[in-house]
């Protein structure tokens, strides 16, 4: 069995924006549930 180190690299690119895109969607849902908590809130008089 032979490595093919360009199709290697290659991979890497994808692997990177997977992970980059699921980052992405992690930031996207902590950011909403932040919001829901501080809109929903309730005040103290």
């Known amino acids: 069995m ?3 180190i360009q199709a290697f ?3 890497l690119v ?3 924006e997977g992970m980059l ?3 992405a ?3 996207i ?3 909403v549930i ?3 908590g ?3 809130a309730k005040k103290e008089k």
Request: hydrophobic share 60%.
């Open 29 to 31: 849902i902590i950011g």
């Open 2 to 4: 032979k490595l093919n």
């Open 14 to 16: 994808f692997m990177g």
């Open 38 to 40: 501080h809109f929903t």
């Open 9 to 11: 690299l290659n991979s």
């Open 25 to 27: 969607v992690m930031v």
């Open 34 to 36: 932040y919001a829901l």
């Open 21 to 23: 895109g699921i980052f």
